[in-house]
T-cell receptor, first 111, second 116 residues
């Protein structure tokens, strides 16, 4: 089955700097890659997603890149703000019923 | 509009007790997912419903776990004879269409279960 690995587990950046979170997946059939943000005491919330026919997608300060050959995708947050502090999860979906999540990255943005 | 709601938000159970966790998905959403999230980990798939049909229950850890969605809306996850290793946050998510549509899953706030 699919396995998703996520790095780093913790990331601390200064406000205004960029943050990059990387994920790899194992199943070449995966074709949908969402990213979720989870704040304390809340459920995960989708922030951006990318499909396998696209190499890059951007939404304001957030961008995601996908390298299908390497089975690798990354989240980039530019001009980080304190409110970006949260746990971020990458995920992979083969189009079936399961979405497989990474273990998460705890992002701290220092003011 | 209302999002996905779950109740109770917190549940403390003694080992061996049965518990029932409720999920109210967004009205009209076809798909409903249950996940288990251990402390410091990502959500792990438990089961999937398309309307009232449970199409995948391969993630349920044991036969002590049972889920239902009898009328295709509200769902209940039941855990019988709870064990300490069942302590986790149980998340429910719904999406508009059937799984495989590459759609946003909308998550509820979760139920934090602590088994003593």
């Amino acid at each position: 089955g699919e396995n998703v690995e996520q790095h780093p587990s913790t990331l601390s950046v200064q406000e205004g700097d960029s943050a990059v979170i990387k994920c790899t997946y194992s199943d070449s059939a995966s074709n949908y890659f969402p990213w979720y943000k989870q704040e304390l005491g809340k459920g995960p919330q989708l922030i951006i997603d990318i499909r396998s026919n696209v190499g890059e997608k951007k939404d304001q300060r957030i961008a995601v890149t996908l390298n299908k050959t390497a089975k690798h995708f990354s989240l980039h947050i530019t001009e980080t703000q304190p409110e970006d502090s949260a746990v971020y999860f990458c995920a992979a979906d083969t189009g079936g019923f399961k979405t497989i999540f990474g273990a998460g990255t705890r992002l701290f943005v220092k003011a | 509009g209302a999002g996905v709601s779950q109740s109770p938000r917190y549940k403390v159970a003694k080992r061996g007790q049965d518990v029932a966790l409720r999920c109210d998905p967004i009205s009209g959403h076809v798909s409903l997912f249950w996940y288990q999230q251990a402390l410091g980990q990502g959500p792990e798939f438990l089961t999937y419903f398309q309307n009232e049909a449970q199409l995948d229950k391969s993630g349920l850890p044991s036969d002590r776990f049972f889920a239902e969605r009898p009328e295709g809306s509200v769902s209940t996850l039941k855990i019988q004879r709870t064990q300490q290793e069942d302590s986790a946050v149980y998340l429910c998510a719904s999406s508009i269409r059937g799984a495989g549509a590459q759609e946003t899953q909308y998550f509820g706030p979760g139920t934090r279960l602590l088994v003593l």
